[in-house]
């Protein structure tokens, strides 16, 4: 497969579609990245790399990070998590209140804010340093010791962050949040920031894209079938209340952040990294999106 020749043609084919979507000012840090940015990267179980335009910057990976964090308590706690956080998709925009207080304080899944606040609780319960265990999993799993949090963006998801504060209150009256709301809050706002690039976001994802390799990374292990569970619900849950339209057009498992990032597993094939800051009002990347239909078209490569 001449994936560099697909990369190209993709860009170009996508082209018309840059202007559309906006991206994300509710982080005031994030309204100040320049919008007209395009970076892919393919990194194939074997170790192999593509990579077209903007590749090599870093950006604000969010909602990515709910991956990692979920990869990390599930290695720690097992089947327990499930009950504190379920796994059905949520059809609602990923900082819903609403099902949160129909439903008695369990979030539907860890991708949604909700869900991710109650793991980065079990990670904060669990570990004296969450901060520093979680960028030791993440600097692994890339294998690049420079991937750092992004404080600036921290700082102003903090400055503004009323939405959360309300979700992790709710989980707290509800007795699904142990810690205290500020702490949890703390690391669950620095943990979005991560910032790394396509490439890096391609390697991070290489251990889910190939689940018969061991999961060992930091202090973390997980088994294959964890694995493809995670990849099972990056499928039903990765992209809030588009993750019906992303199977459909995509057709693989993958999670989205609001910087503009997507990252995706074809299993047993490769990962594949894609940023693009402007967004669709689901929260998700258009030209991401856009680029990752034409892969898979292009490739005939899905999971289905
Ligand atoms: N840090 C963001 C938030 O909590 C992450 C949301 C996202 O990427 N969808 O609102």
Redesign the pocket.
């Known amino acids: 497969m001449d994936y560099q020749r697909i990369l190209e043609e993709i860009y170009r084919e996508i082209l018309p579609f840059a202007r559309e979507g906006r991206a994300a000012d ?2 005031p840090a994030l309204a100040e990245v320049d919008p007209d940015q395009f970076g892919i990267c393919i990194r194939t179980i074997d170790g192999a790399t593509y990579c077209h335009e903007r590749a090599d910057v870093r950006f604000s990976i ?3 990070t709910k991956v990692f964090s979920l990869a990390m308590a599930l290695g720690c706690e097992g089947d327990a998590l499930w009950r504190r956080v379920g796994r059905e998709p949520s059809g609602t925009a ?2 819903s209140l609403v099902q949160l207080e129909a439903e008695r304080g369990v979030p539907r899944n860890p991708f949604i ?1 909700a869900g991710a606040i109650v793991v980065a609780d079990v990670l904060a319960e669990r570990f004296d340093d969450p901060e520093g265990r979680f960028l030791a999993f993440v600097r692994s799993l890339c294998g690049n010791d420079a991937i750092d949090y992004d404080d600036e963006v921290a700082r102003s ?1 903090r400055a503004t ?1 009323y ?2 504060a309300a979700i992790a209150n709710l989980l707290k009256y509800h007795g699904n949040l142990r810690g205290d709301i500020e702490r949890v809050l703390r690391f ?2 620095l943990q ?1 920031s991560v910032a790394m690039s396509c490439r890096d976001l391609a390697c991070a994802f290489g251990p889910f894209a190939d689940h018969r390799a061991p999961f060992v990374f930091g202090d973390v292990t997980l088994t294959a079938s964890q694995v493809k569970r995670i990849n099972a619900i990056m499928q039903t849950c990765g992209f ?1 209340d588009e993750a019906g339209e992303f199977s459909f057009l995509v057709g693989l498992p993958g999670k ?4 503009g990032g997507i990252a995706a597993v074809c299993p047993q094939k490769y990962s594949v990294a894609v940023w693009s800051p402007r967004l669709n009002g689901k ?1 998700n990347s258009v030209m991401g999106m856009k680029a990752l239909e034409l892969l898979t078209t292009r490739t005939e490569e899905s999971i289905f």
Request: glycine residues 20%; proline residues 0%; aromatic residues 24%.
């Open positions: 509710y982080i969010q909602s990515i990923f900082n804010n998801e962050g939405l959360n669950y706002f979005c809030y989205s952040g609001v910087g929260g």
